[in-house]
């Protein structure tokens, strides 16, 4: 009988530490890569069309910043630019005189040269209009190269302004507010019809279709794992159980640290642990924050 009582005590002690032996490789909680999204522009938040758990597109336009001024700075440049460019001269109309001197020039150079030919003229009268001929050109080169540089100088000095303009578009399109990357908003910092700022904070987003699970290795297992490896991650599916799902490391730490308060390990002694982190696709149950289990 005595012999039987001891043989059940050993059975009991050998089932203890069975059951307190660890059934997992390492522990830790879900995170994501978050994004805070700021204004890019100040002024009134006229519309901001969102709410915290709402799903975003890239490139999706929630709401915009006032703009009125901005266009009214615009349209004035414009106004400067066009007040600027009517100052240009025209160069046909004042060199007008010169091309009808020209012309009739050139009709008497003809005349004369069917007198000369006819013995009806000199040939000190053709040499006399042809030279005039030549003067009338060179004014006329003369006065449209004048002309040319001062519609230049004047089509230059618009260049600062066009500059403006442009600097103005690019504040117009950053008053805008579109959202930059797929993802759920997670905090929402601002409301419609508040003052912002450049760099204010609106919202902050995340995606979550896929989650990253930041787990603690002991340096013993740190030879056992590699990256791109996959592993099994194990969560709790709210009825007592393990629903498991897959996961890729995707991250080793090269530094040890001191094991997290909220961190168990397989080796309960290891004071220094090294983080990894596991990439795990989201169906929709996993959460930040979330505890979970891993498998090598």
Excluded at 65 to 78: G, V
Excluded at 233 to 262: C, R
């Amino acid at each position: 009988m005595k012999k039987t009582f001891v043989s059940f005590a050993a059975i009991l002690i050998f089932a203890s530490c069975n059951n307190s032996k660890k059934d997992f490789d390492a522990s830790g909680s879900f995170e994501t890569e978050e994004t805070i999204i700021s204004a890019e522009a100040s002024g009134t938040l006229k519309q901001f069309e969102i709410r915290e758990g709402q799903t975003l597109q890239a490139g999706q336009s929630i709401g915009y910043i006032d703009t009125l001024q901005l266009y009214l700075k615009k349209k004035q440049l414009e106004a400067q630019i066009h007040a600027t460019l009517s100052t240009k001269p025209n160069i046909a109309a004042q060199t007008a005189a010169l091309q009808e001197q020209l012309k009739a020039a050139q009709k008497d150079q003809v005349r004369i040269n069917n007198l000369v030919k006819a013995d009806a003229a000199t040939a000190k009268q053709l040499d006399d209009i042809n030279a005039q001929i030549e003067v009338i050109k060179k004014q006329i080169e003369a006065q449209q190269s004048a002309l040319n540089i001062s519609t230049e100088g004047i089509t230059q000095g618009t260049t600062p302004l066009q500059i403006q303009i442009e600097q103005l578009n690019d504040q117009l399109a950053k008053s805008h507010i579109i959202n930059p990357i797929n993802g759920t908003v997670l905090t929402k910092y601002a409301e419609a019809n508040e003052m912002a700022v450049t760099g204010k904070p609106l919202y902050k987003i995340a995606d979550l279709s896929s989650l990253i699970l930041r787990a603690y290795i002991t340096g013993n297992q740190l030879p056992t794992i590699k990256l791109n490896q996959q592993v099994k991650v194990l969560t709790d599916d709210g009825n007592g159980k393990y629903k498991e799902t897959a996961g890729t490391i995707t991250w080793i730490s090269d530094k040890a640290e001191f094991t997290p308060k909220t961190i168990q390990t397989k080796d309960e002694r290891a004071d220094m642990v090294y983080a990894i982190k596991v990439l795990v696709k989201n169906d929709g149950t996993l959460k930040i924050g979330m505890y979970a289990e891993v498998k090598f």
